[in-house]
């Protein structure tokens, strides 16, 4: 039995190495559709795109305010698509939990800095700053998100 699962289990691994290296372009199109998708549900959503191993690429549509978080080990690139909000980076982040390895929510961040987004913008936020979207009642905003493993 353990002759025939390790090719299996190589075979896999090989595969998997290859999807993480291989090229990968989305369409507007593809992009538009997908955003249509997650915007239908009542708080939007989130779907990743790709996983490339050290970073991955999703695509978010919020309905509303984001939990404040904080990534260990990964970097946030937030492109936006569509829509305004309130990017608030730093500070305190109040009823912290660990919810993965690495990974912290909290319902708030104190004492942090507010930047405006628009469709357009680009930030990055390194590995193990605290931050969370916030956005006016009614509005709707899209983000690419390319999270990225920091050294």
Known sequence: MKATILPIL?????LLAAARSEFRYWSTDQLRDTESHLSSQEKGGFTTLADFGTHNV???VRHG????ELHE????VFVVRAGNATLVTGGEMA???TTAPGEQ???SITGGSRQALAPGDVVHIPAGLPHQLLMKDGDTFSYLV???AEK
Do not use: C, I
């Open 58 to 60: 999703m695509l978010a």
């Open 73 to 76: 080990h990964m970097a946030d």
């Open 65 to 68: 305010n984001g939990q404040a």
């Open 105 to 107: 929510r909290g319902s």
């Open 95 to 97: 009823g912290a939990k």
């Open 10 to 14: 190589l075979s896999a691994a090989v």
């Open 146 to 148: 390319v999270k990225a």
